[in-house]
């Protein structure tokens, strides 16, 4: 496969997992991917011989984001739109606003729970594969997913107490 | 209502689902790989642009060298370093110029600056940079720093920038101290310090209107930005530091330093690559595309007539002999790898050198030799004959570049 080949074919899927490890930042995600793909072109024969480059891709892009947000000036969490805080769930309107507000959050979360997160959810990887890519123990990546979703529990899941039969975010 | 894991992952995808990446992005990809142009700061060296670096994206020019020594002469380098890929963490060799064998190989890789005494040679991975004194070859001390060194002039100082987290951070050569860092823009493309020093230019490239901030070295303040062309973010300064010049995506903009204004957008028949590099005399402005280098009048900021380098070659490095009267462009881009020498009084190119895949150069202070390194050689070529000599065989994969020492 060439490297034009492989951009043409997995630079969407890259892309939007790149957009997610940035917080939506699309400039960001933009500048992650060009950055990743251009260590992945210098190292194409090599990229190519590990069997999976996609695989090999999204290792280097996994740790990219961690490195760049790690190393980051620490951003303040993004504040969660007020207007969503009591919102109450019910309709399809509701469920965008939820979407919404739980990509927010994400987000809001420190990065290697984002990349975790991300990982495992968007791009299907089971916890040993996350260790694997990250290089860390499984031990790790339990830990991180579940204090990210602890995180992510405390500011986006209803109130176990409904209000008019429907359930309400707490504030963030 | 779904659970947590189930709500995340349908927000997840719904968040991205329609999202595509830039059109452009192996233009994008292959132009970032070429506008990892640093330069070589070995005291009186009149080489200006160098060498492809390809690990994390920092990206910046170092202010262009001074004039030569008193009496004219220039040193030969002792010794040539460069990068190569090996290992994912890179390699940094060093090679005697005088008798052209590689020594210990470094086990270290990144961005490579030198001071302009050669005494020591900063190699930054990304979000640290390793002081190396080059008579022991040993690493010291990690500067924690993230991101890349550009050495102003002087070698007193220099600042370091990543891309992200919009702050360059001055740092104290003589003792490797980080200052406090100085806010500037959100992405930071390169640096490029004016002869004397004083000011920083830095680029905040944009895919639309960029900027360029100048930084005041002394009280680390920055100015207001100067808005250029998109994608503005390789900076070349004319050697009376008169002008700073800033490669868009399709325009250069030459910015007046004493008034921090900039002047109308040069356009040029094809859309440039990453490289723009300014002659020793200050007289040209070269900048390269896809084929050819296109040299502009610094005094009347005009496009001349194309050089030729090579059909569909993209050029993307180029390096001055100390009196100026040759140019070297470099491609490193597919199996044909070569070095074009141009005479800058006709601007007509000679033979191309064929080198190999990856090619980045230097030239050795007293302009003698011009070194390539490609994937798993160097090949030390004599201004003189513009031939290559006996490749200086390595196993270190490809090269991400190369500077020579005093």
């Avoid at chain 2, 452009?24 to 292959?30: G, H, K, S, T």
Wanted: net charge positive; charged share 20%; with cysteine.
């Amino acid at each position: 496969m060439s490297f034009e080949e492989f951009v043409q074919g997995c630079s969407p899927r890259l892309f939007r997992t790149a957009l997610l490890l940035a917080g939506q930042d699309r400039a960001a995600a933009e500048d992650l991917l060009q950055l990743v793909l251009e260590r992945a072109y210098r190292h194409w024969a090599r990229v190519c011989r590990s069997g999976d480059p996609e695989r090999y891709v999204r290792r280097i892009l996994a740790n990219a984001a961690n490195d760049r947000w790690r190393r980051a000036v620490r951003r303040p969490e993004r504040p969660l739109d007020p207007r969503h805080a009591g919102l109450v769930v019910a309709d399809q309107a509701d469920t965008v606003a939820d979407r919404d507000f739980l990509i927010r959050a994400l987000a809001g979360l420190p990065p290697r729970q984002r990349t975790v997160l991300v990982l495992r959810y968007y791009n299907d990887l089971s916890e040993v594969e996350i260790a694997d890519v990250l290089g860390c123990s499984v031990g790790t990546v339990k830990s991180q997913a579940s204090r990210g979703l602890a995180r992510l529990r405390e500011v986006a899941v209803p109130d176990t107490e409904p209000t008019g039969g429907q359930m309400r975010r707490r504030s963030p | 209502m779904a659970d947590l894991e189930g709500r995340l992952r349908a927000a997840m995808e719904s968040a991205v689902a329609s999202e595509q990446p830039p059109g452009n992005l192996i233009e994008l990809v292959r132009r970032r790989r070429r506008r990892h142009v640093m330069r070589v700061s070995a005291a009186g060296a009149a080489s200006v642009a160098v060498v492809a670096l390809l690990i994390p994206a920092g990206i910046r020019v170092l202010g262009h060298p001074g004039p030569g020594p008193a009496g004219g002469q220039w040193p030969a380098a002792s010794t040539v370093y460069a990068e190569f890929d090996a290992k994912l963490t890179g390699t940094v060799v060093p090679i005697s110029a005088a008798t052209n064998r590689p020594g210990k190989p470094i086990r270290v890789g990144g961005s490579l600056a030198v001071t302009p005494d050669g005494k020591t040679l900063y190699v930054s991975p990304g979000a640290w940079t390793i002081p190396i004194s080059t008579a022991t070859n040993k690493p010291g001390k990690r500067i924690h720093v993230a991101g890349y060194l550009t050495l102003a002039p002087n070698g007193r100082f220099a600042y370091a920038a990543g891309p992200f987290g919009g702050t360059v951070t001055p740092v104290n050569l003589a003792t490797n101290q980080p200052g406090k860092p100085i806010r500037v823009c959100p992405i930071i493309g390169m640096i490029a310090f004016t002869p004397d020093g004083k000011t920083a230019y830095v680029s905040c490239p944009s895919i639309g209107p960029s900027t360029v901030i100048p930084v005041n070295t002394a009280t680390s303040t920055p100015g207001k930005p100067i808005h250029v062309g998109p994608d503005g973010r390789e900076i070349a300064i004319t050697p009376d530091g008169k002008t700073a010049y800033v490669l868009g995506v399709h325009t250069i903009t030459p910015i007046s330093t004493a008034t921090n204004t900039p002047g109308k957008p040069i356009r040029l028949g094809a859309n440039p690559t990453a490289l723009i590099a300014i002659s020793p005399d200050g007289k040209t402005a070269y900048v390269g595309t896809i084929g050819t280098v296109v040299p502009i009048s610094t005094a009347t900021n005009t496009p001349g007539k194309p050089i030729r380098i090579g059909t569909g070659v993209p050029a993307e490095q180029i390096v001055f002999t100390p009196d100026g009267k040759t140019a070297y462009v470099a491609n490193g881009e597919g199996p044909t790898g070569r070095v074009v020498p141009i005479s800058t009084a006709t601007n007509t190119p000679g033979k191309p050198i064929l080198i190999g895949v990856g090619t980045v150069i230097a030239i050795t202070p007293d302009g003698k030799t011009v070194y390539a390194a490609a994937q798993n050689k160097v090949v030390p070529i004599s201004t003189a004959t513009n031939r290559p000599g006996p490749p200086i065989r390595l196993r270190y994969g490809l090269p991400g570049g190369i500077v020579t020492t005093p």
